[in-house]
C-alpha cells in the first residue's frame, strides 16, 4: 500500500483532493466527448446529413452496450477501490480477475447476438431505407471492438483507484488524438464512409489496450494479472453483479429511452424525420461533452470517497459530496453559458444546411437549459452507487426516465409537435432533481459522524 497516497486521501484539504483526482479524469471524458463531436464532424462532411441521422439509430445499441460492460466495470471497481483501502490484495486479485472472465464471456456473446440481428435491431431503433445501410455498415465495425471496450473502460477505472490518473488520462487523451487522425484518414482520403469512422475507433482501442495490459502486467503493481485471480468464484461475480445491476438497470432505461425518443421523432417529424434524427445527434454529441466531465468529476469524487468510507471518516465523505456537488453546479452552468450564448456559431460547425440549423438552434437551448442542475443529480447517483446504497441511484434514474420522461415523451409530441421531445427532456430533469436533493439529504443524515 502506498503510504503517500492513504496520507493524501486521508488529510489533503478536500477541494485540493479533489482537483488533483478529478483534473486528469474530467479532461480525459471531457476529451472522449470532444473526440465524439469530432466523429460526426468528419461524418458529416465525408458522408452525408442521411449518415449522422443513420449514427442516431446506433445510439440505443452503444447505450445497451455500455450498459453491460456498466455492469461488470462498476461493481467489480467499487470492490477493488475498498479492498485497496485494507490492503486486501489477494481478494482484489480474484475481483479483478473474475471481472476480466465477465467482461470476455458477456463481450462476446453481446457482439454475436447483435451481429446477427443488427438491421432488425437497428429497425427498431428508428433506422429508415435511408438510414439504414450507414447505421450497419458502422455497427457492424464497432461490434468487432466490443469486448476490447468492456476491458478498456474496466482499466481506466481501475488506474484511478490505485492512484494513477495521469497514466489513464495520458492514454486516452492519445488515443482520441491518434483516432481523429485515422477517422479522417479513412473518411477523406480512403473515402471508406462510416465503416472507416468505426474501423478508427477500433484500432485505437486495440492500441489502447496493449498499453492497458503491459500497465497490468506489472507483478510489482497492487493490481496486476495473476493465475489465482482467473479462477472462477460465482460469489465474487454475484457480488460484482450485485453492485453494477444499478448502472446496468440505468442504461437499459436509457436504452429505452433513446428508442422512444427517435420514435417521437420520427412520428412527429413527418416527412423531415432523417433532418430531426441528425439534429438530435448532434445535440446529443454537444451536450455529452458536458456529461462526460462531470462523469470524470464523479469518477474523482467516487474514489476519493471510498477510500474514506473504508477508513470511517464520515465527515470527510460528506464534505467531498458537498464540494463535488458545488463544482458540478458551476461546470454545467459555465457550460450552458456557453452554448446559449453561441448556439449559432455552434450548430454551423456541424452543417451549414439553414434547415438543420433553424430546427437544431432553439433545441439545442431548450435541452440544456436544466443542466446546471443536472450535475448534482449525477454526482448523487455516483455517491450512491459508491456508498453501496444501488436501489437510491436506480430510483433516482429510473424515476426521471420512466416516471416523467417516457409519459411526457408520449405525449407532449402529439400536443405541440417536435417541440415537445425537447421539453420533455428539459421538464424531466427537474422533477428529477427535485427528488435527487430529496434523497440526497436522507441519505447523508444516515452517514455517522
Not at 303 to 325: C, E, G, H, P
Request: hydrophobic share 55%.
Amino acid at each position: 500500500m502506498n503510504n503517500i497516497h492513504g496520507d493524501m486521501m486521508l488529510s489533503m484539504p478536500v477541494s485540493k483532493l479533489l482537483r488533483k483526482f478529478a483534473a486528469p479524469a474530467m479532461l480525459a471524458m471531457s476529451a472522449n466527448g470532444i473526440f465524439n463531436i469530432c466523429d460526426i464532424l468528419i461524418i458529416s462532411r465525408g458522408v452525408g446529413l442521411d449518415a449522422i441521422a443513420g449514427l442516431t439509430c446506433t445510439f440505443p445499441i452503444v447505450i445497451f452496450i455500455s450498459a453491460i460492460a456498466a455492469l461488470t466495470n462498476v461493481g467489480a471497481t467499487t470492490q477493488i477501490s475498498m479492498l485497496y483501502a485494507k490492503g486486501d490484495q489477494e481478494k482484489a486479485l480474484k475481483v479483478f480477475g473474475n471481472a476480466l472472465l465477465m467482461i470476455i464471456f458477456l463481450g462476446t456473446l453481446v457482439s454475436a447476438i447483435f451481429e446477427i440481428y443488427i438491421e432488425d435491431i437497428l429497425r427498431l431503433c428508428g433506422a429508415s431505407n435511408v438510414t439504414l445501410p450507414y447505421a450497419v455498415e458502422y455497427m457492424r465495425m464497432m461490434l468487432v471492438g466490443t469486448v476490447i471496450l468492456f476491458a478498456m473502460q474496466g482499466f481506466g477505472r481501475l488506474l484511478h483507484v490505485v492512484g494513477k490518473p495521469k497514466v489513464q488520462m495520458m492514454v486516452q487523451l492519445v488515443g482520441i488524438v491518434v483516432n481523429i487522425l485515422l477517422d479522417a484518414l479513412f473518411v477523406f482520403v480512403f473515402k471508406w464512409g462510416m465503416m472507416g469512422a468505426a474501423l478508427g475507433t477500433v484500432l485505437c482501442q486495440i492500441a489502447s489496450l496493449i498499453v492497458f495490459l503491459m500497465i497490468f502486467s506489472d507483478d510489482d503493481s497492487f493490481i496486476h494479472f495473476s493465475k489465482k485471480g482467473f479462477r472462477l468464484d460465482m460469489s465474487v461475480v454475484r457480488n460484482i453483479v450485485s453492485i453494477g445491476i444499478s448502472p446496468f438497470a440505468i442504461n437499459v432505461c436509457g436504452c429505452v429511452v433513446a428508442i422512444i425518443i427517435n420514435m417521437s421523432l420520427i412520428e412527429a417529424g413527418g416527412e423531415h424525420s432523417d433532418l430531426y434524427m441528425g439534429t438530435y445527434a448532434i445535440i446529443q454529441r454537444i451536450t455529452q461533452v458536458l456529461i462526460l466531465l462531470i462523469s470524470g468529476l464523479g469518477m474523482a469524487m467516487s474514489s476519493v470517497t471510498t477510500y474514506n468510507l473504508a477508513k470511517q471518516n464520515y465527515l470527510r465523505v460528506r464534505k467531498v459530496l458537498m464540494v463535488a456537488i458545488l463544482y458540478s453546479v458551476i461546470i454545467m452552468s459555465v457550460g450552458y453559458g456557453v452554448v446559449a450564448i453561441f448556439t449559432d456559431q455552434i450548430v454551423s460547425v456541424f452543417t451549414t444546411d439553414k434547415q438543420m440549423i433553424d430546427i437544431c438552434v432553439p433545441a439545442l437551448i431548450i435541452g440544456l437549459c436544466t443542466f446546471p442542475f443536472v450535475g448534482s443529480q449525477m454526482i448523487a447517483v455516483s455517491f450512491f452507487q459508491t456508498i453501496r446504497v444501488p436501489k437510491a441511484s436506480m430510483l433516482i434514474s429510473l424515476t426521471r426516465q420512466v416516471l416523467f420522461l417516457i409519459p411526457m415523451l408520449i405525449f407532449l409530441p402529439h400536443m405541440i409537435g417536435v417541440t415537445g421531445v425537447w421539453w420533455s427532456m428539459a421538464l424531466a430533469d427537474v422533477a428529477s432533481v427535485t427528488i435527487t436533493w430529496i434523497m440526497l439529504y436522507t441519505e447523508t443524515k444516515k452517514l455517522s459522524l
